[in-house]
């Protein structure tokens, strides 16, 4: 099995030394655009009853137009019979571009969309924090009831609503009268 991080850092290497890295990133979300608009294409690509050149060439066809280096990815991962990872490639590549960027992507999940003012004063206050260029994408989720979910980094801060109610809930039924 391959490891999709290191794919995709080897992608990003590639991409940096031909300075095309913004045009596969436009390029893998056109990849991933076609592969959520028909999740059996990567059953297909793997399938062993199709001859490797025959699936090589569906790929040829299917992402002509795209990026030589990003197209010969794919047909890498078809020839290992590994095209379901793909998606997750692609991610580790643009993992790996925001890491080299200085870029933290972060979820803010609430109960009602946040305002321009709010999603400004939360994203300095990040930045501050994290010495990044935050780029922040709100979630909205009535179930948190209020306050706010923050998810960045492998960090989850939650303070929601919901979440402190739980606390409440969890420290009465464990108080001793």
């Known amino acids: 099995m391959i490891d ?30 076609i592969l959520c608009s028909f999740p059996k294409y990567a059953t297909l690509a793997d399938t062993p009853a199709l001859p490797t050149a025959e699936r090589l060439a569906l790929i040829g066809e ?13 047909k ?20 790996a571009c925001d890491e080299v960027r200085g870029i933290e992507r972060v979820t803010a999940v609430t109960a009602v ?12 206050k990040l930045e501050a924090e994290t010495g990044k260029q935050v780029v922040i994408k709100n979630v909205v989720d009535p179930s948190v009831l209020g306050g706010i979910n ?3 980094g492998g960090i989850q801060r939650d303070g929601s609503l919901k979440a402190a109610l739980a606390r409440i809930k969890k420290a009465l039924l464990g108080a001793k009268v």
């Open 4 to 33: 999709a991080g290191e794919y995709g850092k080897a992608l990003l290497l590639l991409t940096e030394e031909r300075g095309t890295t913004d045009s596969v990133l436009a390029d893998a979300d056109t990849v991933s655009g």
């Open 62 to 74: 299917a992402f002509a137009g795209l990026d030589t280096d990003l197209v010969s990815l794919l």
């Open 76 to 95: 890498i991962l078809c020839e290992k019979r590994e095209f379901f990872r793909t998606e997750s490639v692609l991610k580790a590549y643009r993992s």
């Open 113 to 124: 969309p946040m305002k321009e003012a709010q999603l400004e004063k939360l994203r300095v």
């Open 150 to 152: 923050l998810r960045y």
